[in-house]
């Protein structure tokens, strides 16, 4: 699943006022770290995650790692910020940001 231009500025915007759902520290990607992301991205669909390293490469390489475990995408990356996200099968209308904050 590839994301257009137009739908990466519109998850974007809906992420903006978003904080991060998932902190990565310094235990790295555990497997109860990988629990709490398949929740927090079958509840809202678009989360952003904190990734703790001061090493660029290290914060990318666990970025890649979490999105390659959930089947999640990459939306944005800023600094230490990644907003990611992935489609549910049956999403809540309440929890789901994606619609939730639809314009």
Do not use: F, W
């Not at 990607?29 to 990988?34: A, C, I, K, R, V």
């Amino acid at each position: 699943m590839s994301l257009s231009p137009e739908q990466r500025r519109e998850y974007r915007a809906i992420a903006h006022h978003l904080k991060p759902v998932i902190i990565v520290g310094d235990k790295g990607l555990t497997e109860g770290l990988q629990e709490e992301l398949e929740r927090a991205l079958n509840d809202h669909e678009l989360i952003k995650i904190k990734v703790a390293s001061q090493d660029r490469e290290a914060r990318q390489e666990a970025i890649i790692a979490l999105c390659d475990a959930s089947g999640a995408e990459v939306v944005q990356t800023i600094g230490k910020i990644a907003v990611i996200m992935r489609r549910s099968k049956s999403p809540n209308p309440r929890l789901s940001n994606l619609l939730r904050y639809k314009n």
